[in-house]
């Protein structure tokens, strides 16, 4: 059996009867659908997370670690993982908006575009994983301490503050409103998947780290608002 307590993960580097819900949460790890610059309310509906996106529209995965240790994220959208290079860093208290695949570089790749089932692009229409988003997070082991300063992606409303030894961060500011996609939660949905989209800048830098070996998962659906 692998061991997943030390492996190679990845930071963001600066780069330039239902209710409704702010984000799939889960001890105290939260996992978001954002669209159009803006976190999407979430439908909760009979244990299940749904969002509505419009189709043929680019998205990201917002990872927030609510914890005062560090993270590890392992992504995985229509039941495939996101990173072939490793798992995604997120500090302590800390959040990042992921964009994009990591097949093969560090420094670009393809954003995440949601489509109908029926794109020609989607491996398998049929696969009862397609508009799953899935988060596993493991917190780091307490024992570690991690020398290297970490810098997350550049973006709207950031605010900055320098560590001790003068390394510069970037907190993303999370004051915005959460909106809908629509005025209302979309009734009128039907299945979609995610495909590879315009190409994306995100940077990322690999890092060792250690993890207490807990897994925590995190999940939701997303839908495609019908074309009229």
Same mark, same amino acid.
């Given at each position: 059996?692998?061991?997943?307590?030390?492996?190679? #993960?990845?930071?963001?580097?600066?780069?330039?009867?239902?209710?409704?819900?702010?984000?799939?949460?889960?001890?105290?790890?939260?996992?978001? @659908?954002?669209?159009?610059?803006?976190?999407?309310?979430?439908?909760?509906?009979?244990?299940?997370?749904?969002?509505? +996106?419009?189709?043929?529209?680019?998205?990201?995965?917002?990872?927030?670690?609510?914890? !005062?240790?560090?993270? &590890?994220?392992? #992504?995985?959208?229509?039941?495939?993982?996101? =990173?072939?290079?490793?798992? @995604?860093?997120?500090? =302590?208290?800390?959040? @990042?908006? +992921?964009?994009?695949?990591?097949? !093969?570089?560090? &420094?670009?790749?393809?954003?995440?575009?949601?489509?109908? #089932? =029926?794109?020609?692009?989607?491996?398998?229409?049929?696969?009862?994983?397609?508009?799953?988003?899935?988060?596993?997070?493991?917190?780091?082991?307490?024992?570690?301490?991690?020398?290297?300063?970490?810098?997350?992606?550049?973006?709207?409303?950031?605010?900055?503050?320098?560590?001790?030894?003068?390394?510069?961060?970037?907190?993303?500011?999370?004051?915005?409103?959460?909106?809908?996609?629509?005025? &209302?939660?979309?009734?009128?949905? =039907?299945?979609?998947?995610?495909?590879?989209?315009?190409?994306?800048?995100?940077?990322?830098?690999?890092?060792?780290?250690?993890?207490?070996?807990? #897994?925590?998962?995190?999940? +939701?659906?997303?839908?495609?608002?019908?074309?009229?």
């Amino acid at each position: 059996m692998k061991d997943w307590t030390k492996r190679v #993960v990845l930071a963001a580097v600066l780069a330039a009867g239902a209710m409704v819900a702010q984000g799939a949460t889960k001890d105290q790890f939260v996992v978001s @659908i954002v669209h159009d610059g803006k976190p999407v309310k979430e439908l909760v509906e009979n244990g299940e997370r749904r969002v509505a +996106l419009p189709f043929h529209e680019e998205y990201k995965v917002r990872l927030k670690n609510e914890h !005062s240790r560090k993270a &590890t994220a392992r #992504v995985s959208l229509d039941g495939c993982l996101v =990173s072939k290079l490793g798992d @995604i860093v997120i500090d =302590s208290h800390g959040v @990042i908006d +992921l964009e994009r695949f990591l097949d !093969s570089s560090l &420094t670009e790749g393809k954003r995440f575009k949601f489509v109908p #089932v =029926s794109h020609e692009d989607v491996d398998d229409p049929f696969s009862e994983q397609n508009g799953i988003v899935e988060v596993e997070f493991r917190l780091e082991k307490e024992t570690v301490m991690i020398q290297q300063p970490f810098f997350y992606q550049w973006a709207p409303q950031i605010q900055q503050w320098t560590n001790g030894s003068g390394g510069l961060y970037f907190i993303m500011d999370l004051s915005s409103t959460t909106i809908d996609c629509c005025s &209302t939660f979309c009734s009128a949905t =039907s299945p979609g998947a995610t495909i590879g989209g315009s190409v994306s800048q995100q940077a990322f830098s690999k890092v060792e780290m250690e993890t207490d070996g807990t #897994v925590v998962r995190v999940a +939701l659906k997303i839908v495609g608002i019908k074309e009229e």
